[in-house]
């Protein structure tokens, strides 16, 4: 498999607060890592590090063999990020939305950015009609699609996405995670999600990462729910996890 990212012994430390202690992991292209851990465990913060919004302690982190600066602008086009709660931009339209950040990364002429936009809105499942809308005029489900719709404006190698079920009704969550799907299989793009969302985690993984310890145990869903870990244990453990397991995971 190629490593598309790779992590090693990175240290995150918030005064006498250690998060991440030389923990090292490596990113497969063309996977769908699900990212999970308890409170505190540090989910954000390494996805931040990875994205080059916070700085390391210690440790390097390359992506697709190039090594992450903090705040250094070169890899923005390799990934999109899907922020938890959409984060649009709430006086602009989903078009605008989604143009912005074309616009800024590239000479494209404004026809070809328009139509690349609609093309985007086209490809996550919003109707056409949705691209004059304000984010206040969406529904939840909506402002997911659209803010993934600007995620990958600039078609990127890697999408990251946090919490992309959180607050949608059962239906809209597993239609969101068919799309995430969807995506990954026919757009060479890898996917590093955070989530809670049970049934996505084993319908849509290829493999799970759990922060514990300030360290990470990964593997598929069927190796890492067989960890004797305490924290694994609990979590994969309970009733609804244990449905969700049963309704399907990869194996």
Known sequence: METI????????QFGALRIH???SMDIYRDEIL???????????????????????????ITVRGREIKYHEQSHIRDWGVL????ALLSGLTVQENIELPISIHSDMDSQTRSELAQLKINMVGLPLEAANKYPAELSGGMIKR??????????????????????????????????IKYLNSNLDLTIVM???DLDTLFDVCDRIAVLVDKQVIIGTPAEVTQSDHPWIKDY????????????????
């Open 5 to 12: 990212i790779s992590i090693r012994n990175v240290v995150n």
């Open 21 to 23: 202690d030389k923990l």
């Open 34 to 60: 699900g990212l999970v851990g308890g409170s505190g465990s540090g989910k954000s913060v390494l996805m931040r590090s990875i994205l080059g919004l916070h700085r390391i302690n210690s440790g390097t």
């Open 83 to 86: 922020f938890q709660g959409g």
């Open 146 to 179: 659209a803010a993934l719709a600007r995620a990958l404006a600039l078609e990127p190698h890697i999408l990251f996405l946090d919490e992309p079920t959180a607050g949608l009704d059962p239906i809209a969550a597993t239609e969101f995670g068919a799309l």
């Open 194 to 196: 955070i989530t809670h």
């Open 236 to 251: 994969f453990g309970n009733p609804r996890a244990l449905r969700a397991q049963k309704s399907g995971f990869k194996e």
